[in-house]
């Protein structure tokens, strides 16, 4: 697996710093105008692209990390479009630019209190940018990984430059609990034991939909989601935990944008929630744990009765959840956690009574 970890450019000189700077604005230029080309005349990674671009002062291997980066954006532009079924306008870079191992390497540093540098290909020939980086605790957790090592390249930003460790597979757990792990909107993650997760997710995702697009609230609202979903889902017992199952809701605003069964009011609440960005971290802290994944099919989790197996819409209302032929009742999310796990271990009956005393 890869992990990644930032270093603040604070270290650097102001002379440096503007090199560093200058090496940026020449990639954004190129990658930008590679985007603009291959938007209107298709191309590839070849020689006969990459001649496309005459300006600059980028050498031949920078020129083609701009390439590659350019037409990864224009593929995936184009095709979240087609998904989304919206017409779209050439692609515009304006953050991180990706740099090769070729432009940058990681070489270890020993003096004045810095562990590494990171020697970047500048815009002179053999005159290359040295930037000193000093260990901090983030790293230092990824480099504690059996196998673990950095990894050369980088991603360049306006004031940080960016790391990967590549940190090798390890066997999954063989012993711990099965969980099973239902997302939602208002309650981030509730499991199949009860336990309930980043309560406030609502109320943090409708302080983002109140926000001007693309103003600078927007962005701070949108941070503060990302940090209460990270460090919510890390209270997850991961260490107890050997296998977890979560539904498969990919396409889940798609589905909602083609109004099958919300209405307008629930596909504009349901805007601001990031499913995806959820189901990514909770992929992370699989992996760094050792714990089994498992996509279910969501059809049903929150309609069925755990207790008789009966499947009724009627069976949940909001957020509670009473069984019209037996009566059980629970919290909506809970049962619906029960019935992932119940399907990620093959125990899954619709609309049949299994062996288990209602209450």
């Known amino acids: 697996m890869l992990r990644s970890v930032k270093f603040a450019l604070t270290n650097c000189t102001a002379t440096k710093l503007a090199r560093i700077m ?15 080309s291959l938007w209107q005349t298709r191309g590839k990674l070849d020689a006969a692209t990459l001649s496309r671009y005459t300006g600059g002062s980028l050498g031949y291997r920078q020129r083609s ?6 037409v990864e954006t224009v593929i995936a532009t184009k095709l979240a479009a087609k998904a989304q079924k919206h017409r779209c306008s050439t692609s515009v870079v304006t953050g991180g630019v990706r740099i090769s191992e070729l432009c940058a390497k990681v070489e270890s540093f020993k003096g004045n209190g810095f562990d590494y540098c990171l020697k970047l290909s500048s815009l002179s020939k053999g005159n290359p940018i040295v930037i000193p980086l000093k260990n901090h605790r983030v790293l230092q957790k990824w480099l504690a990984f059996p196998g673990a090592v950095i990894k050369h390249g980088c991603v360049l930003g306006p004031d940080y430059v960016q790391l990967c460790i590549n940190i090798p597979d390890c066997p999954k757990k063989i012993s711990g609990d099965e969980l099973g792990l239902d997302a939602g909107y208002r309650r981030l993650a509730t499991t199949s034991d009860g336990e309930v997760y980043g309560t406030d997710l609502k109320k943090i995702c409708a302080s983002v939909a109140r926000k001007r697009p693309g103003s600078k609230g927007k962005l701070r609202a949108q941070k503060t989601r990302t940090a209460y979903i990270n460090r ?56 760094e744990h050792r714990v089994r994944l498992v996509y279910v099919d969501p059809r049903n989790t929150s309609r069925r009765c755990p207790c008789c197996g009966m499947v009724a819409k009627e069976n949940r209302v909001a957020e509670d959840f009473r ?36 209450s």
């Open 22 to 36: 200058a090496v940026r604005r020449e990639y954004l230029v190129a990658i930008n105008f590679y985007c603009a």
């Open 65 to 70: 990390d701009c390439l590659k980066m350019a």
């Open 232 to 287: 919510s889902l890390k209270q997850i017992p991961w260490n107890d935990v050997r296998m977890l199952a979560v539904e498969d809701l990919t396409g889940l605003k798609l589905r909602t944008q083609r109004k099958e069964k919300s209405s307008k009011k629930t596909r504009k609440t349901m805007a601001p929630w990031t499913y995806r960005q959820a189901i990514t971290r909770i992929e992370q802290l699989a992996q």
């Open 323 to 358: 069984c019209v032929r037996c009566n059980y009742s629970a919290d909506a999310d809970t049962v619906g956690a029960v019935n992932i796990l119940a399907k990620a271990t093959g125990n899954w009956r619709e609309d049949m009574v299994p062996a288990l005393s209602c």
